[in-house]
């Protein structure tokens, strides 16, 4: 089998197995997902059903309690006036509230007044005995002035939505006098066109439940589950409504088109079908490539080796011009075939191959004696360069690229970095002689010393941040631990002031760092139980800018009045274990926010208040303003 056969062979076994590889997990996850997100929505289309139910009965409670509470009615239930019975109770009331029942029921459950109307066919419904199922039902039964019940009525004209009040006076004062009752047929096609859904309801109670219905039923039980039957193009979702006595009422039924799925497998379609093109169009591009880059030059190189072995014609050349590896490798066979050929001569003539080995002999004699003092020079002048103060050198600029760096420190800085500079061009003018020989590696060195002294900084972006989010979010990300036995407070001022111009995740972290600081001073004042840590917030005025002005409060083991600025420096801590960067980089780059920091105790033991001040949001908008390293 030729190289060309295998690397075809291998690429097609490549792709095959990443075919096998992606149809899997098309099958095996991508599609999955798919029908779960469409088993979501499926439910999800049952929620809402039930939900509209639920508002529809909502609705009716709202209008039963504008009834119940009121004089007027009030007076009825008692007396049965005829005046508040021609004013109020008629078929325009139902009409104007949109409901089929109107029922007023006294305190001994008799009804004052009652009636059931089909609206839609403008006549009364008579239904046997409706009135004495109402009286006995819990729908009269209430005695409490804040008691209320809503549900579902199965009646023979349909489901009934229902809700009943209590009769009180216009001051919701009682005592109770009676029930008001508000229904309306449930109509399953007005909510279906609500809620945009495929929705039917079926009546458990009705004997032409089919047999399908029947399983379902006996399925879901009285538990108030979904169920789903999935079919090809529709899947169909199934819940029960019970009554107002608990009892399996309504069967609801919403038909799901399958439309995810169907998309899902398309897309899965479409993605086998662009990896099997793909893989085509990339497998006829290698193989290509690889015959006319590779396959097809190593051929030629292959079929010229085995030509020279047989034939011994040493004068022959393959002249292979390509500037790759098969190119490499022709021109060094060639090289070596001539280099053969020179040797083969160089037998037949010994006296011209023993001069050759004494020149040769003398050329590495004179390399020597050049290798040896220029390794003495570069010794020499590693020697030297090592004891150089470059790394003082370098820490010395570090810190005066500082801006926070002392005056006094900055001086002593500059007078040492003026002397490890003329010590440095002392040495270099020692050694310029010992270079001329290295001068690539030097440039290299320099080239490489020059990088390290660029750097890029980052601009960070100032953006409106809300206070109550900030500090929300600052205590979240602190964790549990830090809150055991201390009591975080925030007042609601943090919800009233203006939002503060800031970069978000420095503020978080001045955040952090102040809730932090409290927490340990009360651990160190406190015991495990009774810190406290105050967060509130208001604007003030400040440098002739309006400021959002944050404080940060705590009961712990205070601040001694001399330390009151120090806190803020760098390296220094009262705790005696911390490293004294935290607060430091807080006021720092409060202040590269246009904002500052400060504290302040009424000393030892009595607590502390750390104060931000920053820009309101409302002064400027959101910039690129500060950068990272200022």
């Known amino acids: 089998m030729s190289l060309q056969t295998k690397v075809i062979n291998l690429i097609l076994l490549v792709f095959l197995a990443y075919g096998a590889l992606s149809y899997g997990v098309q099958r095996g996850f991508i599609l999955p997902s798919f029908l ?119 009646t023979a004209r349909g489901p009934l939505l229902i809700a009943a009040r209590p009769v009180l006076t216009s001051n919701r004062e009682g005592p109770v006098q009676g029930t008001v009752l508000l229904g309306r047929f449930l109509d399953a096609a007005a909510i279906a066109e609500q809620t945009r859904i495929q929705l039917r309801a079926t009546v458990l109670a009705e004997a032409t439940l089919d047999p399908e219905q029947a399983a379902i039923v006996a399925d879901l039980g009285d538990g108030g589950e979904t169920l789903i039957r999935a079919g090809v193009a529709v899947d169909r979702v199934y819940r029960i409504l019970p009554d107002l006595y608990g009892q399996p009422a309504l069967l609801l039924q919403v038909e799901v088109p399958k439309a995810i799925s169907a998309r899902g497998q398309a897309a899965v379609r479409f993605a086998l079908l662009s990896l099997l093109g793909a893989g085509l169009l990339i497998l006829a591009v290698l193989v290509f490539g690889l015959r006319r880059m590779v396959l097809v030059p190593l051929q030629q190189l292959t079929e010229h080796a085995v030509d020279v072995g047989q034939r011994g014609d040493l004068a022959a050349r393959l002249t292979l011009e390509r500037r790759d590896e098969l190119g490499v490798l022709a021109r060094e066979f060639d090289q070596m075939v001539e280099r053969l050929a020179e040797t083969r001569k160089a037998l037949i003539d010994q006296s011209y191959q023993s001069g050759v080995a004494e020149m040769a002999s003398g050329v590495l004699h004179n390399i020597g004696n050049a290798v040896t003092p ?200 009262t705790k005696g274990r911390g490293s004294g960067l935290g607060l430091h980089w807080c006021a720092v780059t409060a202040a590269a926010m246009d904002g500052k920091l400060y504290a302040e105790s009424p000393g030892g033991g009595q607590g502390a208040v750390l104060h931000l001040l920053l820009p309101r949001a409302a002064d400027r908008p959101a910039t690129p303003a500060i950068r990272s390293g200022d």
């Open 36 to 154: 779960e997100l469409e088993r979501e929505e499926a439910i999800k289309n049952m929620d809402r059903a039930v939900q509209a139910i639920e508002r529809e009965t909502q609705h009716l409670g709202v209008s039963a309690t504008d009834w119940s509470v009121w004089d007027d009615t009030y007076q009825f239930v008692q007396d049965r006036n005829d005046a508040y019975r021609e004013a109020n109770l008629n078929v325009q009331a139902l009409e104007g509230l949109r409901v089929n029942l109107f029922y007023l029921f006294d305190r001994a459950r008799q009804p004052a007044w009652g009636l059931l109307f089909d609206l839609d066919e403008e006549e009364e419904i008579e239904i046997p005995d409706f009135s004495e199922r109402l009286a006995a039902s819990p729908l009269t039964a209430l005695t409490e002035s804040d008691a209320e019940v809503e549900g579902l009525l199965v």
């Open 374 to 573: 220029l390794k003495v020079r570069v010794a020499n002048l590693n020697g030297t360069l090592h004891d150089a103060p470059a790394a003082e050198l370098r820490m010395a600029l570090t810190e005066l690229a500082d801006p926070a760096t002392p005056g006094d420190r900055r001086r002593d800085l500059e007078e040492f970095v003026d002397l490890a500079g003329r010590e440095a061009a002392t040495v270099l003018e020692e050694t310029t002689g010992q270079l001329s020989g290295i001068l690539d590696q030097v440039d290299h060195i320099q080239r490489v010393l020059n990088d390290q002294e660029r750097f890029s900084r980052a601009a960070r972006i100032l953006e409106p941040v809300s206070v109550a989010e900030l500090t929300q979010e600052s205590a979240r990300l602190l964790g549990d631990e830090w809150r055991q036995g201390l009591r975080l407070e925030t007042t609601e001022s943090l919800r009233t002031v203006d939002p503060l111009l800031g970069a978000r995740v420095a503020l978080q972290q001045i955040m952090i760092n102040l809730l932090k600081n409290a927490a340990e001073a009360i651990r160190e004042q406190a015991p495990a139980e009774g810190g406290q840590i105050t967060v509130a917030a208001g604007p003030e005025f400040y440098e002739g800018r309006e400021m959002v002005h944050l404080r940060v409060i705590d009961n712990g083991v205070g601040i001694d009045p001399a330390q009151l600025t120090r806190i803020f420096q760098r390296g220094f801590s």
